[in-house]
């Protein structure tokens, strides 16, 4: 237990450094995103940001480990820092609550595990998550936690096992499955 503590630890530094910087020039981060919105948008021009970071990840493989680490490492830089602490119950639709913290965030964590795939949940929240990067200039940062990032990006091994799966439960609406599986690749891709 111990080993992984440390592990979980290591692997923060680098979102840590990252988060310093962030933190050091917070500032100047805000205005820079702001001015840089198209001003003729107006949800961007007057868009009002609730939380620094908004945590994605799937709670089963990294809440109680790299998730909880890293939002306790946030909270300590200052940084405000929104993560679902409510269990998620299977088959339940995303909540209205979730939603309006993606929009109310300037920075989105996204940390892919070897059963991220497996949530429905996940994914409708990463597909929130894209559409505000794209809408309002959500700044997305995927973290690939125990997973090789070729995994996500090629829907290989439990990647590849969970769309199967969804494609099977989602027969009558296989066109929400294909956006998932869009989404997470654009995501996946992302420098």
């Given at each position: 237990m111990e080993v992984d503590r440390v592990r979980d630890?290591?692997?923060?530094?680098f979102i840590l450094s990252t988060n310093c910087m962030i933190r050091a020039s917070r500032t100047a981060i805000f205005q820079n995103l702001l001015t840089s919105m198209d001003a003729s948008n107006p949800s961007s021009s007057s868009h009002q940001w609730k939380y620094h970071v908004f945590l994605s990840f799937r709670g089963e493989d990294t809440r109680k480990s790299f998730t909880d680490h890293l939002h306790t490492a946030l909270k300590q830089e200052g940084v405000i820092t929104f993560r679902d602490k409510e269990n998620v119950k299977r088959g339940k639709p995303i909540s209205l609550e979730l939603l309006k913290a993606i929009e109310e965030s300037l920075f989105a964590?996204?940390?892919?595990?070897?059963?991220?795939?497996?949530?429905t949940w996940c994914f409708d929240e990463l597909v929130k998550i894209m559409?505000?990067?794209k809408k309002i200039g959500l700044i997305v940062l995927p973290i690939f936690y125990d997973v090789d990032p070729s995994v996500v990006?090629?829907?290989?091994?439990?990647?590849?096992?969970?769309?199967?799966?969804?494609?099977?439960?989602?027969?009558?609406?296989?066109?929400?499955?294909h956006t998932w599986k869009a989404t997470l690749i654009e995501m996946a891709n992302l420098a």
């Open positions: 630890i290591e692997r923060c530094s964590i996204v940390i892919l595990s070897r059963s991220y795939a497996s949530s559409e505000c990067r990006r090629k829907l290989l091994g439990s990647y590849a096992e969970a769309f199967i799966e969804h494609e099977k439960n989602f027969k009558k609406n296989i066109n929400k499955v």
